[in-house]
């Protein structure tokens, strides 16, 4: 009997052992809903009954620079308005800092998606899409190529990895695509 004790004991202690996957914290998403943005700004859309609207307060800030803050989600998306008086190379020079700032990501991107998105006005979004591990996974401009111009960008305000970000990523991005998708310029 104590031989087949101290067999058992052994082929226990001896088995291999196979550690659990890293896992990552459950995230419950709220509902998605939207308001009108109600504030006087030369743009308005739809955006997040579970986000607070709050002025750019940076040093570099300028008129009808805002940012959607998700208090819960530790998310803001930051908006940069550029009025464009209809000057061609001022449009252009936008597109193209908008281009550069995405490109900044490309150090820690292992991947940056491009596309086009045409919006309801007739207007033509380009939106995208970062993966690794980038302090900004989602970026966008719009514009009516004459009058106005509107950036976007997505932060995260955590040192959490993206993979556990995952499902909020993908929940703010689908705010963001109802923005666009409800985006009007006003006459100011």
Not at 107 to 135: M, N, Q, R, S
Not at 150 to 176: H, W
Request: glycine share 4%.
């Amino acid at each position: 009997m104590w031989v087949a004790l101290a067999a058992g004991a052994v082929a226990c202690s001896s088995a291999d052992y196979t550690p659990k996957p890293k896992g990552y914290n459950r995230i419950d998403l709220p509902s998605q809903t939207y308001q009108q943005l109600q504030e006087a700004h030369p743009y308005t859309f739809e955006y997040s009954q579970h986000a607070k609207i709050r002025p750019d307060s940076s040093g570099i800030a300028q008129p009808h620079w805002i940012n959607i803050i998700y208090p819960s989600l530790g998310a803001n998306v930051q908006l940069t308005y550029k009025a464009l008086g209809n000057d061609p190379k001022k449009l252009n020079d936008l597109v193209e800092d908008a281009r550069k700032l995405t490109a900044k990501h490309q150090i820690k991107a292992y991947a940056i998606e491009e596309a086009e998105i045409k919006i309801p006005t007739g207007d033509v979004a380009a939106v995208f899409e970062l993966e690794g591990e980038v302090p900004s996974q989602f970026q966008f401009y719009v514009t009516d190529s004459t009058e106005n111009f509107l950036r976007g960008a997505l932060y995260f305000r955590t040192a959490t990895q993206n993979d556990s970000l995952a499902p909020v990523i993908e929940f703010v991005k689908k705010d963001i695509i109802h923005l666009l998708n409800t985006l009007e310029w006003k006459e100011m």
